[in-house]
């Protein structure tokens, strides 16, 4: 299994996101066992645009306009440059999470642009995977097992690209460039004032396996090297020498300030989130014993940098 973390293997074209004003019925999310209830998570239905991007923009526009205010003085506005204020009300690329904040501030919106974008940027995953995503921006602590593939939230633009085109060869420029972007976007949650703390443990062959050419790897283990030099991400490498590990299939584990962890694995159809307490306690014993078998992260950062100038450089 390559978690969605990592991988890819969810159906492209022929699905489209619906639009964002109002609500659907809910849809029920599970939570940890010790509450009684269902945590219930609101779902957006369809609009004039089945493209978020395209109605973000859409919205942003219209707002500008009311206000009586150009491009330009938007940009000034949200310190931005006018390029990028086009680019977002053209549809052409979805707005960061500190543009919709910003718009918020500019238009007096109390959070409506920020919550449309968290709600666009979600559907931007498949079905089965944006459960996951609520619960990933909730968590203290994310601790991490990547069997195969260098994990999602550490992934670089090129890396994550020649994983997505790989898996999906008929699929359009467009929807891959859209998934490619859902997923950079995941590491917003790294660059919050207060962000979770990151443990990732790499099997060796995530620095060997050749993903994208030579050039592509050699910047995705700089990116390794780069992340883990911030306080919050600790990076192990498990090595071949290791011999069979306690796991064999990749996996996440959540742990919260108020509720009791989950942990997230995947199958080919699809992925989910588990919150009995029995298996959230087998997969944490399992990583333990991962921690315990993998390199020290200053001798995992050693293996990392050693492989990035020996064989990708």
């Not at 449309?116 to 944006?130: D, Q, T, V």
């Amino acid at each position: 299994m390559g978690t969605y973390l990592a991988y890819s293997h969810h159906h492209p074209p022929g699905t489209r996101m619906t639009g964002f004003p109002g609500f659907q019925p809910v849809r029920k999310v599970r939570t940890s066992e010790s509450q009684k209830e269902d945590r219930q998570v609101n779902v957006c239905p369809g609009s004039e645009s089945t493209d978020g991007y395209a109605y973000f923009g859409l919205e942003v526009k219209e707002a500008r306009l009311h206000a009586k205010l150009t491009q330009k003085e938007l940009a000034d506005e949200t310190h931005y440059q006018p390029p990028y204020i086009s680019k977002v009300e053209n549809g052409l690329l979805l707005a960061s999470e500190q543009f919709a904040v910003a718009c918020d501030r500019v238009f007096n919106t109390s959070g409506f642009f920020a919550r449309m974008r968290e709600r666009i940027s979600r559907h931007e995953h498949p079905s089965w995977f944006e459960p996951y995503v609520k619960w990933e921006v909730q968590a203290e602590t994310i601790l991490n097992y990547s069997a195969n593939l260098v994990a999602g939230v550490l992934q670089t633009e090129r890396y994550a690209y020649a994983i997505y085109r790989h898996a999906h060869p008929t699929a359009s420029e467009q929807w891959v460039k859209r998934k490619v972007e859902a997923r950079l976007r995941r590491h917003e949650i790294l660059e919050r004032p207060n962000p979770p703390l990151l443990w990732v443990i790499l099997d060796e062959c995530c620095l060997r396996r050749v993903i994208g050419g030579r050039e592509v790897m050699r910047e995705q283990l700089g990116r390794l090297l780069s992340e883990a030099e911030s306080p919050q991400v600790t990076v192990q490498v498990l090595p071949f020498s290791a011999g069979a590990p306690p796991a064999t299939e990749s996996f996440i584990l959540l742990t919260f300030a108020e509720e009791a962890g989950v942990l997230y694995e995947e199958s080919w159809t699809g992925g989910r989130v588990i919150d009995s307490a029995a298996q959230v306690a087998e997969a944490s014993a399992a990583y333990d014993r991962l921690r315990a078998d993998a390199m020290s992260p200053v001798d995992s950062l050693a293996l990392i940098k050693k492989v990035m100038l020996e064989e990708y450089s």
